[in-house]
């Protein structure tokens, strides 16, 4: 029998208990007699490096200055992440490095699994890998989405899939047939009141990934098949948690597929937000159905008001689809975030201003934008076909921990510094717009604890 610990690194957003290793952790319980164990590092880390904030946020009594404050706290925070990434590539600790290393002893494991769900997260693994390299008997091992080059040539092993990782620790193959599926994912392992947040926020995935594929800059769904998950499963989380608040974080869901989940959920009376893309068979009917069954917000992918650049992106959307959503959506009390980027290969400046314009059209049905840059990323449609997008060339920087910095130049259209130039322009149209602190966007958890407290809503900012 062996002793599995799964670590969740810093840096990212303490608002939640991670899915990442919860899903693993509740998935090798509930299929094997090995001794499995988490520890969130990244919610220590902030813990002792931000205890003023993390009391802050724990109580919303605090919040009539939570732009501002919010705004301080991604500033710190920056500086901070930076100042250790930088001591990592020098080959120093990183902060609280012993502390944690004392942490992860504790649990005397054989294994010890990091999840590297984002880049950010590879810098600390890098110097725990190295760390453990030089400690006899402890494997290392790796898996999530932002795995990187630098990262697989010095881990023991790293997998992919649940299953691989399983039969590792078990060495054996395992019969897939007698594979126990049929379980709630546990998050009783976490202290949830210590998370920077009024009330805990769990998040949940309903299907294995994207099931549109569709999106020329996404990366997200990889080669995974799509799969809709056990409504039983999903249920029994919700019950198992005695928490009031998911957060679905699937990239998207099918129409189908939330109508089940929203007649599972109804009875138990909970609130939960929700990624979707903004299509027509979003009708009124629909969208009351789920309002009913406690969906509080959404979280649209408009990504534009320009149709030109819609069908560049492929999205499947049309301005016309996305506004008639947006109404129909505000008109049974949903909130609506909407997500929109500016910088699009070949998006002209009057193309911005109309995506500007329509926001503008559609503020009362608007409650908060969440804007960014396009960034390109590597193995996207776009990347592998660039000229289709009037790239003319792609520029790889070479990094010391992370893979290579891309940056790009175009045959026409806005850079991104030309982009980023005219979103700032647009600043105060934006923030007008925003019936919400801009800075929830940082801490999107908040949204259920805001939403809850109308009298803090558009307070100092």
Not at 213 to 223: E, I, L, R
Not at 338 to 350: A, D, I, K, L, N
Request: charge should be positive; aromatic fraction near 14%; glycine fraction near 4%.
């Amino acid at each position: 029998m062996k002793n599995v610990l799964l670590v969740y690194l810093p840096f990212c957003t303490p608002a939640s208990p991670p899915y990442s290793i919860t899903n693993l952790y509740s998935f090798l319980k509930n299929n094997s007699q090995h001794n499995i164990d988490v520890l969130d590092l990244n919610l220590e880390f902030h813990k002792l490096k931000f205890p003023k904030f993390q009391d802050y946020y724990r109580d919303i009594n605090n919040w009539a200055d939570y732009d501002k404050v919010t705004e301080d706290y991604r500033r710190l925070t920056a500086k901070i992440y930076s100042e250790n990434n930088k001591k990592v590539i020098s080959g120093e600790r990183p902060e609280f490095f012993e502390i944690f290393l004392d942490k992860i002893k504790e649990k005397n494991p054989d294994i010890v699994a990091f999840s590297i769900v984002y880049s950010s997260q590879a810098f600390y693994a890098y110097s725990f890998i190295k760390e453990f390299a030089r400690l006899s008997g402890v494997k290392c091992v790796l898996g999530g989405p932002a795995v990187n080059e630098k990262l697989i040539e010095v881990a023991d092993v790293v997998f992919d899939k649940e299953l691989d990782f399983l039969e590792y620790i078990s060495s054996k193959k395992v019969n897939h047939d007698k594979l126990n599926l049929d379980y709630a994912l546990d998050f009783s392992r976490y202290d949830l009141d210590e998370y920077f947040t009024p009330k805990p926020v769990i998040p949940l995935k309903t299907t294995s990934t994207c099931y549109y594929k569709k999106c020329t800059f996404c990366t997200h769904f990889k080669d995974v098949p799509y799969m809709e998950y056990s409504l039983d499963m999903i249920k029994n989380t919700i019950i198992d948690s005695k928490q009031k608040n998911f957060f679905l974080i699937d990239d998207m869901i099918p129409v189908k597929m939330l109508l089940k989940i929203a007649k599972t959920v109804k009875p138990l009376g909970i609130r939960w937000a929700c990624q979707l893309k903004p299509m027509k068979e979003f009708n009124k009917i629909v969208l009351k159905k789920l309002r009913e069954s406690g969906l509080i917000f959404v979280m649209w992918g408009v990504e534009s008001g320009n149709n030109r650049i819609l069908n560049l992106i492929n999205k499947g959307t049309n301005k016309d689809d996305i506004e008639y959503v947006l109404e129909n959506s505000h008109s049974v009390g949903i909130k609506n975030i909407v997500y929109v980027m500016f910088g699009f290969p070949t998006e002209t400046r009057q193309e911005l201003e109309e995506t500007i314009n329509f926001l503008k059209k559609n503020e009362n049905h608007i409650n908060l934008i969440s804007s960014s840059i396009f960034g390109l990323q590597k193995n996207t449609f776009i990347y592998n076909y660039p000229e289709k997008f009037g790239i003319k060339k792609i520029i790889e920087k070479k990094r010391t921990v992370l893979e290579p910095s891309i940056s790009y130049e175009t045959s026409k259209g806005l850079s991104q510094q030309d982009a980023n130039k005219m979103r700032n322009s647009y600043k105060k149209t934006i923030e007008k717009i925003n019936k919400y602190p801009k800075s929830m966007n940082f801490f999107r958890e908040h949204m259920f604890c805001m939403m809850k407290n109308k009298n803090l809503i558009k307070l100092n900012y």
